[in-house]
């Protein structure tokens, strides 16, 4: 399909691992977002990368979380030694541009849990 | 603190049933957003609102932006099984850069039993 991409759907891992989740754009888009989603946070917003800038990554809740996006295009959000605290379905979203009218087309998100 | 607070937060109502549901705030903002998300899948754009006042129809949904530009509502008539889902209202934050990273509500819950 030509929509957003994340793999994988479904994680489960040992609290202390590391884990790392991919998000494929939209082909073309230039925008990429991360947010996650949890019961008792709703969906907040991570990080967000747009072409060649720095990225905006005022919401990474602690240093243990990072992401990087090659090539403009593949983006793979890490997560070190994983808490309990981290579980939660984890969207990415990706955009024409950064502009504020763009509208964000959302993947359906890896779900993550942490024993 | 929510800078949105949507309420009710669940409902669950017999199909046919008409419902609103509501995205508050005391800021005013340029635009607000209303998503729906079924289980399993990301949010899907339903509507942007710019204008205060602004209404507008998607089918059996209306979407109303406040005179002040501080509340919104969505107004489903005749509520479907396929109306089931969570429906979030956003905002662009200006991040750095004038990023478009989107704050959002914490939902309301709608189910419609058949």
């Known amino acids: 399909g030509a929509g957003v991409s994340q793999s994988p759907s479904n994680k489960v891992t040992e609290k202390g691992k590391d884990v790392e989740l991919r998000c494929d754009p939209i082909?073309?888009?230039?925008?990429l977002y991360w947010y996650r989603q949890s019961l008792g946070q709703g969906l907040e917003f991570l990080i967000y990368?747009?072409?060649?800038?720095?990225?905006?990554k005022s919401g990474l809740p602690s240093d243990r979380f990072s992401a990087e996006r090659t090539g403009g295009s593949v983006s793979t959000l890490t997560i070190q030694r994983t808490q309990q605290e981290d579980s939660a379905v984890y969207l990415c979203a990706s955009s024409l541009g950064g502009a504020l009218d763009q509208p964000q087309h959302f993947g359906d998100g890896t779900r993550l849990s942490i024993l | 603190t929510q800078l949105l607070e949507q309420s009710p937060q669940f409902l669950s109502i017999q199909e046919g049933e008409n419902l609103t549901v509501y995205c508050n705030s005391s800021s005013v903002f340029s635009s607000l957003q209303w998503y729906r998300q079924e289980p399993g899948e990301g949010p899907v754009l339903l509507v942007t609102v710019v204008t205060g006042g602004e209404v507008k129809k998607l089918k059996r949904l209306t979407f109303q932006f406040g005179d002040a530009r501080k509340d919104s509502s969505l107004h489903i008539t005749a509520a479907q099984p396929g109306d089931t889902g969570l429906y979030l209202c956003?905002?662009?934050?200006?991040?750095?850069?004038?990023?478009?990273?989107?704050?959002f509500g914490q939902g309301t819950t709608l189910q419609v039993k058949p």
């Open positions: 990368f747009q072409g060649n800038s720095a990225p905006d």
């Open positions: 082909s073309g888009h230039t925008a």
């Open positions: 956003a905002f662009n934050s200006h991040g750095s850069g004038n990023t478009g990273k989107l704050i």
